[in-house]
């Protein structure tokens, strides 16, 4: 009987396999990079070469991007998950992009390694159970405005249909707050190793909207319990098409990773 | 050219003709009612009956229903379709329905008259550019925590597709406060007033989600000078499978209907 | 006993009785206006003629202004106390004005017949049990971020002391829509008919920012129940010294008066 | 001139000095800890060694209590704050208790070294500018729902009048979230590093309003910049007059201290 999956197996925590010594979730500390969306091959390639110098070994790329205007940039669709493969190929990294149509799924099952689910379709069901039906993981971001519950139910509905594959991905809630773009809630991360079996990650960029939080985010983010961030770069964040303002140039992200190996390696020792 | 179609023509009201005379828009106040879910033919068979006995011409039902857990009640799905065209003939009542799953639209094509789409799918914009493929009106929620300007965004998907039959529907947004389910956010009528040319309808139900709420909360949505309501009613709220607590009965629905009667009177006196 | 004792007295609703046939609460629906601040005399002989000229008999003006900044305008103090009551004795007007000091209370006494406590003082207790303590009418704002029960709970502590004489006010709770300033919570005034026995008012300026919302904001508020309104005028809106965005000038201000009447009268048949 | 004297001076970093070698900011990270509230004589000296043994040398405690309700524990008064100060005077240990009466600051003078104005209070304009006038620093917490830049503004009242010792506390903001008390908003403390001058400390106990959460909140308050954290302790929290399940115990507190230590030690090694 598989009612409450994630719930009545929390003391058997997942850890996510990608193959190639790649995983999410026990020990590790899983750093997930590259740009909000894909703009072009050289874009992509240079953003996974330079990630892949530093021992990033999961790319992030928008290929179908949620825009709340109809009106702006939509993404480079299945051209972009190619070119997102190709480079995921060349250097030896997994592939992560969010799926928005649940007919898109089977054509962007070769593409990607990891499904992504945005916070704007946290609650979209149809989309979740169709994600539960593939044997590949989902990586699902809290909505907006969305419970620690809902958000657990919305886990429910992918593992209702066998996949148990899931990654939690904290992104900012909405609040009053208009300094930054959403308040980072940093402390989902213990309750939900205490309410889950999930692995969780922290998205600093969407979290907090500024490049300049990032740094400071990431590193309570690792000391907090996270399993993982997923950081936004680009090339050259000034010229990007889309999230500019919350993305790390690729010096940036490098002070960013030595942050965390020492901060985990902390961590690692209070907890032993 | 396409832009902004909801925006650029905001002085050009739509009025929503569903044929047979009933209209959402213009100088009619509409009132559109039913159960939560349908349940069964005889609950749906005795809901059309008595509702439109009391001259309410459009009925709601949900099918699909989108629930936090997967693990509750979904709806009757298709069959759900089935019952409500049936007593919509039977009682010369257009029906209005939630369709999640944008694979359903086609097949929901002949059962349904308006497009309900829910608070949770309101940034669905797979669902969003689907229903703006179809020549048949289109109900869109507001998400839970969505801004008024996320809100018409949303409607700009449909329209940018080709369909501008739009009404909106304000339920209720999420906020600190946990007296009531959400809180009804009335203002946001005058403000569509003045920056889009759709209707708005307010769901006291769900933005309230307290029964005892509901017949204040109506009057003052007829008085602020919404386009229609839609209720909650159920022939026995008490065993309604879902959202009893902020479903009426019959007998004070005929209530609710008599004070927007008055109310709509004075208002348009006013207006004249 | 008086442990709670706004709860239990719950169906013995309070009238405030402020003299010369002035009530708040009850059958009556109250109009309280008048200028944000109190700028000099001729401004609020100015306003108080044109207010009393159309019937409005309680005159508001802010003597003592809180201020998010310290360097911004901060109220003419005790001089505008006076000014106010020279006003008000020369036009027959009761005085609401709000303390913000303990320690003004005393002094403020022979100036204002309504004591009013802002928003950010909601939970100020000292301020509130000193007023408790007073025989003077106190109107208790809503705080930006209360619920329903905090709320009741700062009336208590003005109770608790001997001063059962309070007014509640509603002026919009923050959220995460900036379009307004606050959204105004309507549905507050049949929840507070429900649990407790005072009167409750509406404060369409604050609760939007917005003036060409308060009109039918005011409508919606007569609609669902309020016991009055609380509404900033100014004669000249455009050189107000503050707030003058939420402000409106006379001629507007008799226009919303006139729906007052109809609405009122229209719902009274309604409720008889 | 004085305008915006924290905003303009925040490159000059204020450390505030209580004497005994006993600072806030800078290169410190500053522990505070004691029972919410003083219940008592035995109490409060326990309280007090057993944190002064373990090297936290400000102790914390409520003698006037800001309840929600008026018929709750309201504190002991001056009597807590003399058993305070005895046990500070004892142990050597600076006191920080919270004042809510303006007219009460001038008798707490000779109790309390650190002022502590309550979330509550933040916008008590007059609290603020008495606190002001004192030479005695203040910790002043954010309100439940201010924005930063309210926050700012209301330090901003305390310095205007020429105290510029102020220490600013995030305790958690109101969220649509329930699984937590409030929603610890970590992400301010680099936003006060860049906006203005002032130490900014953690209150990991209000901030979640769950014992099991300070552990890892203390973590990430460390790595993302603190200067310190405020913990409510108690000698036996299931039997605390207020706040027993957001309470540690005196061995809890002891492995949070360790924490602190090798995460302060990491972070000031990534910073140099």
Same mark, same amino acid.
């Given at each position: 009987m598989n009612i409450f999956t994630i719930k009545n197996n929390r003391e058997n925590k997942k850890i996510i396999d990608l193959g190639n010594g790649i995983t999410i979730g026990g020990n590790e500390f899983t750093v997930i990079s590259g740009?909000?969306?894909?703009?072009g091959e050289e874009q992509i390639e240079t953003s996974a070469k330079a990630l892949s110098d530093m021992g990033i070994r999961i790319l992030r790329g928008g290929a179908f991007k949620p825009r709340?205007?109809? #009106?702006?940039f939509q993404g480079l669709g299945f051209e972009g998950l190619r070119l997102l493969k190709n480079a995921g190929q060349r250097y030896k990294m997994k592939i992560v992009s969010e799926i928005m149509?649940?007919?898109?799924l089977d054509a962007s099952y070769d593409y990607v390694d990891i499904i992504q689910i945005g916070s704007r379709n946290m609650q979209n069901y149809t989309l979740l159970k169709e994600a539960g039906k593939l044997d590949k993981p989902v990586l699902l971001k809290r909505g907006m405005a969305s419970t620690i519950e809902e958000w657990l139910m919305a886990a429910e509905y992918i593992a209702s249909e066998g996949n148990e594959n899931i990654i939690l991905c904290e992104r900012g809630i909405r609040t009053?707050? +208009? #300094?930054?773009?959403n308040t980072l809630d940093l402390t989902v991360v213990p309750i939900i190793k205490e309410l889950a079996n999930l692995p969780i990650i922290i998205d600093p960029s969407h979290g907090t909207g500024? +490049?300049?939080l990032i740094r400071p985010a990431t590193r309570a983010a690792v000391a907090i319990g996270a399993d993982g961030v997923m950081i936004e770069t680009h090339p050259n964040p000034s010229e990007a098409l889309s999230d500019g303002k919350q993305s790390l140039d690729i010096e940036e992200m490098k002070t960013v990773l030595l942050d965390i190996e020492s901060i985990k390696d902390c961590i690692s020792k209070l907890n032993s």
């Open positions: 740009p909000c969306a894909v703009e709340t205007s109809p #009106y702006t149509d649940p007919r898109d009053f707050e +208009k #300094y930054t773009r500024r +490049k300049e």
